[in-house]
């Protein structure tokens, strides 16, 4: 499919990628690039790159599909490093979370023969690095492209048709509705865990185990979540901070409404709304988005 | 162990008791009692009990060990129905979520002579009703006692090894400590989940099939807890209602302060919180409260 393929950054997403790519066979070559060293060598021996260095003009040269897979905050500094040594003709794309204010940060600095288009596969684990990564992460996930409006059509076809062959579905949108979409179904969903864990944590020190032994009861679900990489969710709650506020806004309403039917004893209310919340998991599973055992077949 | 064990209400949390009672040869005899019909034929169908009437009274007759297994607003009804058919020096217990309420309301209303031991094991599902129940749901959780003033201390130590044989590690606590507890471990990440996906419903319509589709960025997760018995959560919520209001209190200051450093970019203060809350799914998992792999292992 590709004479060469360069992943900017091999942690969880950039290096399931690479062993996707290998797995499929999608190109001759696969290099990618990291600052730091000892991850340099780690994806080398780990066998899922043919190449990897830190410096990323070299390896960037000569790709035809360059992927950059590291935090938002970082964007700018790689696309100042590569934007001379990208190929004529060849296709950019990345993996954000976001994507208003990259997306335009990008197309202004890159040359007008790149085909640049934004890619977020909406797929993760709460670990982070190229040793969590596996080949199959990608598999029924949906991954939203949004290419920019100088991108050709056939070079949309052939992004696609590479995220398909590792395993994704794939939907076209716009980087306005992607933000807003994904504020809802996993920024906040990011943000309410981490804040319960912190909420958790002033009201019990920590030395008292009592938060631990007892997690089973409902917590322990969200600390996996709050477990995600720091620097990156840092960079999406800030990059798509407008989105993130206004719905924390109704979140916060929502949840003063249901203290109040607690503290009203209003058991009609109450009722109503855990049964609605109740269907629509369901509807996940029958999409195939969630696993319909219980508890995540956890044992 | 025991001759004859009663429980009311085969539900999730019933019908695993008697699973495991079963299994593990704890009585002579199980029979259960369920106001519905439908239940108590399919109880015995599902070989988990001896014997299942709506007859409570005639159900807990010449038991030694009645567990009260239904949702807390039915305590009143149940300990009226059969206080005055509790055999001579049998156990009580329940496996309720919150204490302090039910705990006086029982110990005023059955003879003295009853051992009630209220118990709480930190296990479930999101999942309901008899089939959905199994023998080793206890196994490795923490099952927390609550004993009455009067109890006799061979009673407790009779009711400990009871729960530790069908697998749950035991604690002793008082009502009000608790009740706190499990505000935190467990009634508010409940609350949370259910004011999450409600936020979801009302922001994006359910008919539109973004919030599915790309939900397995996070909001997936909350939607298995928000699935969770809508009337066993309810009467949890009302019961704890004093101290679930405090800590949602302090969770929305915290929520809001978490919003403010998004909204001044505090890049260092975020990435500080989110590193801390990173630390504690270790300990959950080295103290066995949580399944080690990924993602929950979810495939």
Redesign the interface.
């Known amino acids: 499919m590709f004479k060469k393929v360069c992943i900017i950054g091999c942690g969880l997403i950039g290096s399931s990628i690479a062993r996707a790519i290998k797995k499929k066979k999608l190109s001759n070559q696969i290099v990618s690039s990291n600052r730091s060293k000892i991850t340099n060598k780690r994806v080398i021996k780990l066998n899922i790159v043919d190449d990897s260095s830190a410096d990323i003009k070299k390896m960037v040269r000569e790709s035809d599909l360059v992927i950059i897979a590291t935090p938002l905050?970082s964007y700018k500094d790689v696309i100042f490093k590569i934007k001379n040594s990208l190929k004529n003709g060849s296709i950019l794309t990345d993996v954000g979370?976001v994507k208003k204010k990259v997306i335009s940060l990008i197309e202004k600095n890159i040359p007008k023969n790149i085909s640049w288009i934004s890619s977020h596969p909406?797929?993760g684990?709460?670990?982070s690095g190229p040793d969590?990564g596996f080949a199959?992460l990608f598999k029924n996930?949906?991954c939203?492209l949004t290419p920019s409006n100088q991108t050709k059509d056939k070079d949309i076809k052939l992004l696609e048709l590479f995220w398909k062959k590792i395993g994704s579905r794939v939907?076209i949108m716009d980087a306005k509705q992607h933000d807003y979409?994904?504020a809802?179904?996993?920024?906040?969903?990011?943000?309410?865990?981490?804040?319960?864990?912190?909420?958790?944590?002033?009201?019990?020190k920590?030395k008292d185990?009592?938060?631990?032994?007892?997690?089973?009861?409902?917590?322990?679900?969200?600390?996996?979540?709050?477990?995600?990489n720091?620097?990156m969710?840092?960079d999406i709650?800030?990059q798509n901070?407008e989105n993130?506020?206004k719905?924390?806004d109704?979140?916060?309403e929502?949840?003063?409404d249901?203290?109040r039917a607690?503290?009203n004893?209003n058991?009609k209310k109450?009722?109503k709304?855990?049964?609605?919340?109740?269907k629509?998991?369901?509807?996940?599973i029958v999409?195939g988005?969630?696993?319909e055992k219980?508890?995540?077949?956890?044992?």
Chains 1, 2 share one sequence.
């Not at 809802?184 to 019990?204: D, Q, R």
């Not at 219980?294 to 044992?299: A, E, H, L, Q, V």
């Open positions: 905050s979370s909406i797929a684990t709460e670990e969590s199959d996930r949906w939203i939907d979409i994904l809802i179904t996993s920024h906040i969903p990011h943000l309410i865990a981490y804040n319960i864990v912190h909420t958790t944590l002033n009201v019990k920590k185990r009592d938060v631990i032994k007892y997690s089973a009861g409902g917590l322990r679900d969200f600390t996996r979540i709050a477990a995600s720091p620097i969710w840092r709650f800030i901070r993130t506020s719905i924390i109704k979140f916060i929502n949840l003063k249901l203290k607690i503290k004893q058991e109450l009722e709304i855990f049964t609605k919340t109740k629509i998991r369901k509807e996940i999409a988005q969630d696993i219980p508890d995540f077949g956890r044992k």
